[in-house]
């Protein structure tokens, strides 16, 4: 489930399967307009036009707003033209369905898209846009196609009010600009369009990728469409799931449209650095926990965390670590803050952080994972202490937050450290420990570079966590929230990889302790979609998570 391909093993795979493996790239094609006119059927409804109501108002409007100063005579002989085409459609309530085609094979599913929906009985214009000379012969052969259908693939005139006016009454329209060949941002007429396309507000349905949408990247190049759908082929593509991409997808549809599994297994699920996403719908189940085990077994945390004006992170870490699974945990913390914490804390243990460095590196080495960080500061005393624990601890350690911050300008350290380790930056902690320019712009192959060339699991946080493994493997996650966007969320999770990492019946059969991570940043993910939905992104609260994550666990640890 779920692997990904970039926009270049995607051409490549598309090149093996046509040139080596002789299979037509008519044929694919045809197959992927098959799956985008699907789409459309299922957004537009039947071609009887059972479910055009609503749509006249709109579109009226539409035209009527375009008339501001003094019509000439010509200008109300083309408006009227324009309403009776509007009006028409309440006469004919058949799907009108715009699609707008690109010079390249994208542009070819969608002129072929084009035919499959007029021969069902929809009511369809498609529009080229770009030059008609550097059409592929796919594109051509397709428009060939249509022609033979009775349909025409026309020259798109934003300017011309009838093509407008019947554009403003279409149910569904089409994306077919560009996909996996975009090669740069959207300007003159592509841009026009899309701008006057988002701006219509029809649900729209993307051939591959939304248009503008950098497929690796999940950048947006000039402007992008906005999809309701987008119907991507063979593999979905990273940018589906990124940053401002992901935004643009709407639900991504995956269509099979004729290259053989074991070519995709062969270029894409057996590559060595690969992509996953972790859809919303994943299942990721927890084994149950041993009927034999003991708190011992189910990992003795060391947390150190919290300063002053800093005393939530420490218990949101702790609290969150437990209710993953976490058997015992030690929260060492401040002095000063210590006698808060003891307040707040019921399951988690929390002392005050002794002065010689010798005690606290002790009662650390006698647990099975370290997190440091949350809600630390940036005390240059702290920092050092940070740097010598990482320095001499060879047990497993979650970096967060300041713990994060310690590392800058000591990345030395973390080369150094044989055990495992994770760090949990956002953008803004990752921006500031590699010194790369904030908005960091391609996460998934910062993310990819920085594990494998510091031999560590990062999660670089955002829309879209990516975690990657020092393999390169990656993770996406599809779980999460702009309601998470808030303090105290990290510190939750941070808390739960910790958990994960610590408990030994997990190690078994879950090895990869940076695919444990990529769980814990999913159930995280889930907890927040959970809270969403039962409070609303404004209101909810981190430590709401908290009250979540055992439904989110229950719904994904075994029962039998
Ligand atoms: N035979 C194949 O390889 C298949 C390809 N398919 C479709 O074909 C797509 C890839 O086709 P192409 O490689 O032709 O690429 P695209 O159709 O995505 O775009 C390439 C064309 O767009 C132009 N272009 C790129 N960026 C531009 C910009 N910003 N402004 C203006 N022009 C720009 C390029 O010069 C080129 O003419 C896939 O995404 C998929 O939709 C599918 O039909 C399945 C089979
Ligand atoms: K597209």
Known sequence: MGDLA?????????RIAIEERGIPSLELMENAAQAVAQAVVNLAGPADGRRSDGVIATATSVVRMRTETEPTAEEQREAEAAENIILSKNTDPTPRIGIFCGPGNNGGDGVAAARILLEAGYRVRAFLLGSREKMTPDERAMEEKLREAGGE????????????????TCD????????????????????????????????????????GVHGDTGEILGDAIQAKVTVTFTCAKPGLYLDAGAGRAGKVEVANIGIPWELVFEQIKQGREGTRVLPDYAK?????RPVDGHKGDFGKLFILAGSEGYTGAPNLAARAALRTGAGLVFLGVPREIYPILAVKCDEAMPFPLPEKYEEILEKAKGCDVALIGPGLGRHP???????????????????????????????DILDKRSAPTVLTPHAGEFARLTGCPLPVKDRLSAARAFAKEHHCTLVLKGHGTVTAAPSGNCWICGTGNPGMAKGGSGDVLSGMIAALWGQKHLKGPYTDLSELAAWAVWYHGK???????????????????????PEVLLENTDRG
């Open 284 to 288: 990721l189940h927890l084994p149950r």
């Open 6 to 14: 970039t926009m270049a093993q995607m051409k490549e795979l598309d």
């Open 153 to 168: 693939l026309e020259t798109l005139d934003l300017e011309d009010r009838r093509t407008t006016a019947w554009l403003s």
């Open 381 to 411: 005393k702290t920092e050092k202490l940070v740097r010598a624990l990482l320095e001499d601890l060879d047990i497993p350690v979650v970096l967060d937050a300041d713990g994060i911050n310690a590392l800058c300008g000591h990345i």
């Open 527 to 549: 907890a927040g979609d959970k809270c969403a939905r039962k409070l609303g992104e404004y209101a909810m609260l981190p430590s709401d998570l908290l009250d979540a994550i």
């Open 172 to 211: 569904c329209f089409v994306d077919a600009l560009f996909g996996v060949g975009l090669q740069r941002p959207l300007a003159g007429e592509f841009l026009a369009l899309v701008q006057w396309l988002n701006r219509m507000r029809t649900p729209v349905v993307s051939c591959d990728l939304p248009s």
